[in-house]
Structures are given as structure tokens and as C-alpha cells.
């Protein structure tokens, strides 16, 4: 069974960056569908940012323009680098990995709290 262990996490001022890493236990291949999703106090579970074969790519609207997603397959790790964080991504986000016939696995999540 795949294994996702994310990292980065941390309390950051608002404005502030974060830059999230999600390293696989699995080589990942080009076809794998990387993605970070968060899930605030509450709430339910949302998009954040996925990667399919580093052309792919989208963004929720509450992130776009201040997120990137990125991907490293020989280092079978994906990144998000947060910039210009606000209050409102506090949340834990988690790392998915989707295989293209659907089977899918989950990280355990790190939090991210902005806060002054």
C-alpha cells in the first residue's frame, strides 16, 4: 500500500510562506495524479491543487495565483509552495495520490495555521 508522509506544516504570520512537501513511498510515475487538498475546523475537505504529468495542473480559485503545485518524480515528491497566506488557509492539508484507474491514497495531513 502506497504510503504519503507530508511535511512543512507550521504557524506563519499573515503574508507569510510555507512551502509543503509530500514524499511517496512509491516511485511515482508521470501518469499519477499528485494533488493537496485541506480541511479547515468544520468544514468539508477541498481542492487545493493537483499535477498530472507536470502539464496538467489546477488550482482552486482560493488559492490560484498565490499556490504553486510541483513535482519531483525522481525524488517521488510533490511540493506546494504557499505564498501570501491569509487567515483563512488555516486548515490541515493533506496529500493525495491517484493511480489513473482510480484507486487512491491519502497522507495523515500537516497543519497549517496563519496566524498573527
Known amino acids: 500500500q502506497a504510503q504519503l508522509v507530508e511535511s512543512g506544516g507550521g504557524l506563519v504570520q499573515p503574508g507569510g510562506s510555507l512551502r509543503l512537501s509530500c514524499v511517496a513511498s512509491e516511485r511515482l510515475l508521470s501518469i499519477t495524479t499528485m494533488g493537496w487538498y485541506r480541511q479547515a475546523p468544520g468544514k468539508q475537505r477541498e481542492l487545493g491543487a493537483t499535477?498530472?504529468?507536470?502539464?496538467?495542473?489546477r488550482y482552486a480559485d482560493s488559492v490560484k495565483g498565490r499556490f504553486t503545485i510541483s513535482r519531483d518524480n525522481a525524488k517521488s515528491t510533490v511540493y506546494l509552495q504557499m505564498n501570501s497566506l491569509k487567515p483563512e488557509d488555516t486548515a490541515v492539508y493533506y496529500c493525495k495520490k491517484t493511480h489513473p484507474e482510480g484507486v487512491y491514497y491519502w497522507g495523515q495531513g500537516t497543519q497549517v495555521t496563519v496566524s498573527s
Open positions: 499535477i498530472a504529468q507536470n502539464v496538467f495542473i
